[in-house]
Every structure is written in structure tokens, then in C-alpha cells.
């Protein structure tokens, strides 16, 4: 019976702290991380503020956790794209496709992730979760330079190159303040014929993927 009721603790603790995680992201969903209160995410978990500094003791190690999540859900997003059944560059382009469209939808969150300048320690996180992407890159390009669809280069910086210029090019239009994008979808297509052409896909195969029309969305 003792044994049953710390496991029933443990889990009540967990949920508990993983509540207090999820108002975090909630709260950045809605003002960024620069203005995200620990007292708010306290009333947006159910929670006083004094329960939020038990799991975390400071603000910045809560942020750089709440963080960790949010980028690791978008990672395996981006992994499972990275395991269908079609040819590398085909992933490769889905990849870069689904995380525009992603952080598009998400715009506030995706900008406090991405870009909001942020204390070392969530930027740290940050760094990681970057590299971590790079990688899943650096695999599809390795993948279509063997099956011959990409010329022979440097994945690991062709990849980190990629991932810069994906993240980049969504600052602009995500940032607090900017105008919505009216033709996002055209937007989308210029990030990922730009990011297919950096790694050396041809020209035929881009269009093939997605083929980007004039003057429409």
C-alpha cells in the first residue's frame, strides 16, 4: 500500500509540474516570453506562484523547460516526416514545408521560440534544439546525396545553412507587430525553393514538388 501511494504522489507531482508547463506555453502563445509573468502562468496552471518556483526555481530554468517541450514536439514532427516512404528530397522539402506552415499558424509561439531574445539559459536550449534539427537534415541530405538526387557536399554545414535560412526568412513575417502575410502559401514556396536549391536539388525536381504559379497564393 505504501509503495502504491508514492507512485500516486508521483504521478500527481508530475501532472502537476507538467500543467505548470503547459500554462507556460499558453501564456507565450499570448505576449512572448519577455512579458510572460511567473504570476500568470501560476493562474493559467490552476496553481499559486509559490507552488510554479518548486518544480522551478527560477524563471529562466522554467522558460528554458517550457522550451525544451515545445521544440521537442516540433522535432518529432519533423522526425516522423523524416521516416515516410518517399525519396529523401521529398522529405527533405516536407520537412522544411511542414515547419514553415507550423510556425505560421503559431505565430506568437513560434517567434518566442525561434527569435525573442531571451535569457543565456533558455538560449542555450534554444542552440540545442537547433542543432538537433540540423541533424535531421544533415540525414535526408546524406540520404539524397546517395541516392544520387544531391551533389556530394558538406551535409553538416549545408544542413546548419538550411535550418538558418528556414528560421530566417519566417523572423520577419512572425515578429510581433508584423502585417499577416496575405499569401503565405507563396511565401512557404519561396522558403522551400530557396532551402532545396541551397542543398542542390535540381530546378526540375523543386518544380515537380511544388510548383509555384505567378501571381497566385
Do not use: W
Request: with cysteine; aromatic share 6%.
Amino acid at each position: 500500500m505504501a509503495y502504491r501511494r508514492t507512485q500516486q504522489i508521483e504521478q500527481r507531482l508530475a501532472g502537476k509540474r507538467q500543467r505548470i508547463l503547459q500554462a507556460v506555453r499558453k501564456v507565450v502563445a499570448e505576449v512572448g516570453f519577455r512579458d510572460a509573468q511567473i504570476s500568470t502562468v501560476a493562474a493559467a496552471a490552476g496553481v499559486a506562484t509559490g507552488t510554479v518556483y518548486r518544480y522551478f526555481p527560477s524563471k529562466s530554468e522554467l522558460f528554458a523547460e517550457a522550451l525544451a517541450a515545445h521544440s521537442q514536439q516540433e522535432l518529432d514532427v519533423i522526425a516522423a516526416i523524416g521516416t515516410a516512404d518517399d525519396t529523401p528530397v521529398a522529405r527533405l522539402e516536407a520537412s522544411v514545408r511542414a515547419f514553415a506552415s507550423r510556425a505560421l499558424k503559431g505565430r506568437r509561439i513560434a517567434y518566442a521560440m525561434i527569435a525573442e531574445p531571451v535569457d543565456a539559459e533558455v538560449d542555450s536550449t534554444r542552440l540545442e534544439y537547433r542543432r538537433a534539427f540540423g541533424r535531421l537534415f544533415r540525414q535526408l541530405i546524406d540520404q539524397g546525396v546517395a541516392a544520387g538526387e544531391l551533389p556530394a557536399q558538406n551535409s553538416e554545414a549545408t544542413a546548419a545553412c538550411v535550418f538558418g535560412a528556414l528560421t530566417e526568412g519566417l523572423i520577419g513575417p512572425l515578429a510581433p507587430g508584423a502585417a499577416r502575410a496575405t499569401q503565405e502559401s507563396r511565401l512557404i514556396d519561396t522558403i522551400v525553393t530557396f532551402c532545396l536549391g541551397a542543398v542542390g536539388a535540381r530546378a526540375a525536381t523543386i518544380t515537380k514538388l511544388r510548383p509555384i504559379k505567378g501571381g497566385r497564393a
